[in-house]
């Protein structure tokens, strides 16, 4: 979660916000803490890793059930009602956690999911410390026997559903690849025979969301974290021939929009590319321009505009776009947003894609 200053020049924190992604985020940081560690071996940097994976694991006690609770937070915490009143619409809900009671927050999405499998799939494949290797399987299956248990679909405690990841091909075979890989005993058939079935769909997946490259942006963010996922390990060519094809037709809508954390994931799939490359360290320094706090930001004025004023003509300048909490998963085209100046974001935007630079060889120590 972010904290929440009294004003936009205090450092007195009132409360904090943005626990609705708090799962996606989490997941996203243990990934950068996973290749943070694979490139410099940082006590600090595993450390990061277990604590990420104790909290998942608290995302998942809390619910009773194994599924994956937004956010999570003792019942007493002074922060709680501003949590409550801001996240309150996705369903408030009471759980035990080591004996304690806390409040979760459910009507879990897809994207909390898939930020959770992404973040434990880099733990898995670049961490060689044994806990490491024990957790991720354990919680792993708990997020995956879930999703099979109830069809690929999550439901609050009242029984209505919250989402599905039918229509989903390629997370779908990303949340089963882990387990195949870390628990091979029980997942290699299941993975074997519903990437069988549903590989090709992918193709069309991403050929869906490359219909409209600029609403829903955040599809494209959960589209490379699941192709980082497919695309690094190995798997039979059948599987790897429909990911490649589905990949080409999300890289070509993306390629241009100047997003270094989708650039150093192709690094990751396709190899090095010194154009493409350079573009990652220009666009990081770039980052380092931008405000912390969640300012207000608009360019309506500032840049070109298409498509009756609504979006901007061009990707607009790292420096210059909108305040939020993940950069990478905002349309560049966005003109204006942000907030008061009070939330400060946690910056995991530009330490996932630095220490992937990192870990790749584009950025040097």
């Known amino acids: 979660m972010d904290?929440?200053?009294?004003?936009?020049?205090?450092?007195?924190?009132?409360?904090?916000?943005?626990?609705?992604?708090?799962?996606?985020?989490?997941?996203?940081?243990?990934?950068?803490?996973?290749?943070?560690?694979?490139?410099?071996?940082?006590?600090?940097?595993?450390?990061?890793?277990?604590?990420a994976l104790f909290a998942i694991r608290?995302?998942?006690?809390?619910?009773?059930?194994?599924?994956?609770?937004?956010?999570?937070?003792?019942?007493?915490?002074?922060?709680?009602?501003?949590?409550?009143?801001?996240?309150?619409?996705h369903g408030v809900y009471s759980g035990m956690v080591d004996g304690v009671k806390w409040t979760w927050i459910g009507e879990t999405s897809r994207d909390q999911i898939d930020g959770v499998i992404f973040g434990m799939t880099v733990a898995w494949s670049l961490v060689d410390d044994p806990d490491v290797q024990l957790i991720v399987p354990w919680l792993s299956s708990r997020v995956i026997n879930?999703?099979?248990?109830?069809?690929?679909?999550?439901?609050?405690?009242?029984?209505?559903?919250?989402?599905?990841?039918?229509?989903?091909?390629?997370e779908q075979l990303a949340i089963l690849k882990l387990g195949r890989r870390s628990n091979p005993d029980h997942y290699t058939n299941s993975y074997r025979s519903l990437s069988l079935t549903i590989a090709p769909q992918a193709i069309v997946d991403a050929g869906i969301d490359?219909?409209?490259?600029?609403?829903?942006?955040?599809?494209?963010?959960?589209?490379?974290?699941?192709?980082?996922?497919?695309?690094t390990s190995g798997d039979n060519s059948y599987v790897s021939s429909n990911m490649n094809k589905a990949y080409s037709i999300l890289r070509d809508v993306t390629v241009d929009h100047q997003n270094p954390f989708f650039d150093i994931i192709d690094h990751a799939i396709k190899g090095p590319n010194d154009t493409r490359d350079q573009r990652v360290r220009d666009l990081l320094d770039q980052w380092l321009l931008r405000p912390r706090r969640d300012v207000y930001v608009d360019n309506?004025?500032?840049?070109?505009?298409?498509?009756?004023?609504?979006?901007?003509?061009?990707?607009?300048?790292?420096?210059?776009?909108?305040?939020?909490?993940?950069?990478w998963q905002r349309s560049p085209f966005q003109l204006a947003g942000g907030g008061s100046g009070t939330i400060e974001g946690a910056g995991i935007d530009y330490t996932l894609p630095y220490w992937m630079a990192r870990y790749y060889g584009v950025i040097q120590d």
Not at 65 to 86: H, K, M, Q, T, V
Not at 149 to 168: I, Q
Not at 211 to 220: E, H, M
């Open 3 to 51: 904290p929440v200053f009294t004003a936009p020049d205090s450092d007195e924190i009132r409360t904090y916000s943005r626990c609705g992604d708090s799962a996606l985020w989490t997941g996203h940081f243990l990934a950068a803490e996973s290749f943070r560690y694979a490139t410099t071996k940082s006590p600090d940097a595993l450390y990061n890793v277990k604590y």
């Open 58 to 89: 608290e995302l998942l006690d809390v619910t009773g059930n194994d599924l994956l609770a937004r956010c999570a937070f003792p019942e007493n915490s002074p922060y709680a009602s501003d949590i409550i009143g801001e996240e309150g619409r």
């Open 146 to 170: 879930y999703l099979l248990k109830h069809g690929w679909v999550t439901f609050n405690p009242d029984g209505n559903p919250t989402t599905t990841f039918w229509g989903f091909a390629d």
């Open 210 to 231: 490359a219909l409209d490259p600029y609403n829903s942006y955040f599809k494209f963010n959960l589209d490379y974290i699941t192709m980082w996922s497919m695309l």
């Open 300 to 327: 309506t004025t500032l840049v070109a505009t298409c498509d009756d004023g609504s979006r901007a003509c061009d990707p607009i300048p790292v420096a210059q776009r909108i305040t939020t909490d993940f950069l």
